[in-house]
């Protein structure tokens, strides 16, 4: 092979980083063709010691990866049979093209229950912070405009929903990637009674219940790349949420919400301005979305005109895939210290909460309870909206009588309604940010992640 065409196919720089899996692979395979008569004791013996011995060697940086030996499958076999005789017999009823995906999908499960756990563990920050701050109120906002009052923690338990159904996806996400494909050989299995369900078994390619998961068709086995496209899916979506949770907070802690603080460890200063403490945590976490969405693109673009079944195109699913996963794992790390380093503002939330205009929807429900259309409520107060705007005076300080000269159905009591903790103990409905709702909220997720 040239020179040049050696190094354009390699993918050993990149695909080295499956040699964990790859040996765990070899291992088991190597076990199931001593069950099958195709090893001696001996030689799965000298298999075994000379894949651990390589496996040191790699955890050390003593091995030396070779690119023209294109890959990691094809490094570490090659080393091993230039140790060990046996070594050539390692091969036996495997190709690289179902030794590439199940590398992949080993590599793809241990991936996706450290990402689960660094997601929980930022749901855990999310919580805290609402409890540490559960009497905090602030204004929620539609189209960026003030609109009702909810508690921070509310705010901050919508992330912890949306990072839920994250969770659920790669979940899901890992039992179609929890599916053995080794057997199926190049594209069309082997005469060689290889047996699947106990290398499935070794390698925990099983269900809830024990059950060995194996591939049903050889050619989809070694050209199928679904699992990857799936997680990159669920990760892009991750990581969407991450960009927005990441915006909420780089607008809080502007001057112009000032509702946040990061601790000085979690932000960056400028070169020119010295006053300057900039989020950038959160606006890397933001700006790195673009790479998790593109990788899934990639990937999708990447199958779209492969025939079957193994094509060599398939290589170039790994750095997407590697990409994905550590961009979304370092991201959802990293917010979650950036969470446990924030301070509220509270001065500034309760300056900002108690505008009572976010109540001008409670004194269209009072209008509703004494029996008014709600449209018509709507309509009044809408009126005494722009009474208010027009007198400069805030919504709570018009008269009982200016009341009155809009609607006569207002009683004595309708300023009471922007008595704003009164206001938050009648949002109680299943999923409103009420006080006892969201102290109920907060309660039960501090159970589900504990
Ligand atoms: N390096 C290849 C990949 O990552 C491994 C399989 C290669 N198979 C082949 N027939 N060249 O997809």
């Known amino acids: 092979m040239a020179a040049e065409v050696a190094q354009f196919t390699q993918s050993v720089s990149f695909d080295r980083r499956l040699w964990r899996h790859d040996i765990v692979g070899s291992l088991v395979h190597a076990d199931m063709l001593y069950k099958i008569g195709v090893l001696s004791r001996a030689e799965r013996h000298a298999i075994v010691h000379g894949l651990k011995t390589i496996a040191g060697e790699i955890e050390q940086g003593k091995f030396r990866w070779k690119p023209a030996l294109e890959d990691v499958h094809m490094n570490i076999e090659a080393e091993l049979t230039r140790r060990v005789p046996a070594g050539a017999k390692l091969h036996t009823g495997r190709s690289r093209n179902d030794q590439v995906a199940l590398d992949a999908r080993l590599w793809l499960r241990d991936e996706i229950v450290l990402l689960l756990g660094e997601i929980a563990d930022l749901q855990r920050a999310l919580v805290s912070l609402g409890e540490r701050n559960n009497d905090v109120l602030i204004p929620g906002y539609t189209h960026l405009q003030r609109a009702q009052p909810v508690y921070l923690a509310h705010h901050l338990l919508a992330y912890v929903e949306m990072l839920e159904r994250d969770c659920e996806r790669l979940w899901d996400c890992h039992s179609r990637v929890n599916v053995c494909p080794l057997g199926s050989g190049a594209l069309a299995g082997s ?106 693109v990639a990937l999708l673009t990447l199958l779209k005109g492969l025939p079957m079944t193994y094509n060599r195109d398939l290589q170039e699913d790994k750095e997407r895939l590697f990409d994905t996963a550590d961009t979304v794992r370092a991201s959802a790390r990293l917010m979650a210290t950036m969470l446990r380093n924030t301070k509220v503002n509270k001065a500034a939330c309760a300056a900002a909460a108690s505008d009572p205009a976010l109540l001008a929807t409670d004194l269209a429900d009072y209008l509703v309870k004494k029996a008014m259309p709600f449209r018509q409520a709507h309509h009044v107060v809408g009126a005494v909206v722009a009474l208010a705007e027009k007198l400069g005076r805030p919504l709570n300080r018009l008269t009982f009588a200016e009341l009155q000269s809009i609607n006569k159905t207002f009683g004595r009591d309708a300023l009471s309604v922007f008595n704003l903790k009164s206001a938050m103990s009648k949002r109680n409905l299943t999923g409103a940010p009420g006080t006892r709702e969201v102290a109920k909220q907060l309660a039960r997720w501090r159970e589900q992640l504990s």
């Open 191 to 296: 005469t060689l009674p290889l047996d699947r369900a106990f290398v499935a078994k070794l390698l925990g390619f099983v269900d809830a219940s024990g059950r060995p998961q194996l591939t049903q068709n050889s050619m989809d086995a070694v050209s199928d790349r679904d699992f990857a496209v799936e997680f990159c899916a669920a990760a892009a979506l991750l990581a969407v949420h991450l960009s927005r949770l990441a915006e909420d907070l780089i607008l809080w802690t502007g001057a112009e919400f000032n509702f946040i603080k990061m601790a000085d460890a979690c932000t960056t200063g400028s070169s020119l301005m010295p006053q300057k403490k900039n989020p950038d945590v959160a606006e890397l976490a933001r700006g790195k979305t673009g790479r998790v969405i593109g990788n899934l």
